[in-house]
């Protein structure tokens, strides 16, 4: 990406704490603008440590700096160029993106805001402990794929839940050193910065990504870390701003640990719209609260197959055989009308891929019921039977690869 000469220029003159005006920062291109409106933000003395943060982030460091070498920062703009300004295409992306869209392909996305949603007591926490532990050792991630993210890489913590202690013993389970888990807090108090409502704390997070650069920054559990309403339009507005600045200053995952209903939702009608994708752990056996299913209800790309784990003291071990679902349907709704449906759609998914809506349509023709449809739909995925392509429109519902040939079993 070349570096527009009025773009240095601007980021010049606030790295040597000279004015730059409101339409002068709107003027700086859409891939520095949040750059520059963060450095136009915090105090000079910090200005050069974030500059730093940012450029060490990109494919070549060494560009920005080069570009402001050869800016007099104390000179009016560069005017020739300004005739010429253009919009950003998704091209400009590749000088600000990480190399890659996910840091776990499929199931973790770099730079966005994700969530992991269980019930209280699942092991969210062990969870995530369990994915630092596997950036810590270079592992291979869950599924098998190859670790992505640089070894002993620290996660940041906003420890909400008030599990500190909880933590630094479970490390040592992990073999993992102390250094292992950082939190947005001084050493002098540890148990500060755990309210993404104080503006310490994001003042910390944003100071923390760019001296360490994590892993992936964890929020245990948002339910903990804010006062605000979860389920209000206007609450979520007002805590996304900052999580997804913060995601995509510092090209880092903002993992959200999420609590369901007893219906199993991640709780706030609203957090949906937060998270870019959502991930749920599920212990369907009541009787093995060890064994989860881990599973995706929300993705921007074609949803993996669900994995089976097993939580040890010494960390989860994953298989492709998860444990089944849970029976997500409420009484009163016949069972033998999703068990119709769901052989309907394999039947029709057996002849290839078929586009949501149709097969809606002719189901409906048959004088039956779209919700039943929809139910067997989601039983089937969360069987790992059938993937959505959310990335098509309409969507396109396909058999997953590798299905078993025999048919679904629904139990009431």
């Not at 220029?9 to 704490?17: G, I, M």
């Not at 500059?51 to 060490?56: A, P, Q």
């Not at 005739?83 to 990480?98: H, I, K, N, S």
């Not at 909880?166 to 993992?176: I, V």
């Amino acid at each position: 990406m070349n570096i527009d000469p009025y773009d240095a220029w601007a980021l010049a003159r606030l790295v040597a704490a000279l004015p730059v005006e409101g339409g002068e920062l709107a003027a700086v291109s859409p891939a520095l603008r949040l750059l520059a409106e963060r450095l136009a933000s915090s105090a000079p003395a910090d200005r050069l440590a974030i500059l730093d943060g940012f450029r060490l982030a990109r494919p070549d460091p060494d560009e920005l700096v080069k570009a402001m070498a050869d800016i007099r920062p104390d000179e009016p703009p560069p005017t020739a160029e300004a005739a010429t300004r253009r919009f950003a295409t998704c091209a400009d992306l590749v000088g600000v993106q990480g190399a890659d869209a996910w840091i776990w392909p499929g199931w973790l996305p770099a730079a966005r805001v994700s969530g992991v949603a269980a019930a209280e007591g699942i092991g969210k926490t062990r969870f995530a402990l369990d994915l630092a532990r596997r950036v810590w050792h270079g592992l291979p991630w869950p599924d098998g794929a190859p670790m992505t993210l640089p070894p002993r890489s620290p996660t940041l913590w906003v420890a909400a839940d008030g599990q500190h202690d909880e933590l630094a013993s479970t490390l040592r389970d992990l073999e993992m050193p102390p250094e292992a888990v950082v939190f947005p807090a001084p050493p002098s108090d540890p148990y500060e910065g755990t309210s993404l409502d104080d503006p310490e704390t994001l003042e910390s997070l944003d100071a923390a990504c760019a001296l360490i650069r994590p892993a992936f920054v964890v929020v245990d559990s948002l339910t903990y870390a804010t006062r605000s309403d979860i389920g209000e339009q206007r609450s979520i507005a007002t805590l996304k701003g900052p999580l997804v600045n913060l995601a995509q200053t510092h090209q880092v995952l903002i993992m959200l640990l999420l609590h369901v209903s007893k219906e199993g939702q991640a709780l706030g009608r609203r957090i949906r719209g937060v998270t870019r994708t959502l991930l749920h752990l599920d212990a369907p056996d009541p009787a093995k609260p060890e064994r989860l299913r881990v599973w995706m209800e929300k993705t921007y790309a074609l949803r993996p197959a669900p994995l089976g784990a097993t939580i040890t003291r010494a960390g989860n071990i994953y298989d492709t055989s998860p444990p089944a679902p849970r029976d997500p349907s409420k009484g009163g709704r016949p069972p033998e009308k999703t068990e119709a449906a769901a052989a309907f759609l394999e039947e029709r998914l057996a002849e290839g891929d078929r586009r949501a809506v149709d097969l809606v349509r002719e189901w409906e023709s048959r004088g039956e019921s779209k919700s039943a449809l929809f139910r067997a739909k989601e039983k089937l995925e969360l069987a790992g039977r059938l993937v959505s392509d959310t990335s098509t429109k309409p969507q396109v519902w396909h058999l997953a690869t590798g299905a078993s040939d025999d048919p679904l079993e629904f139990r009431n």
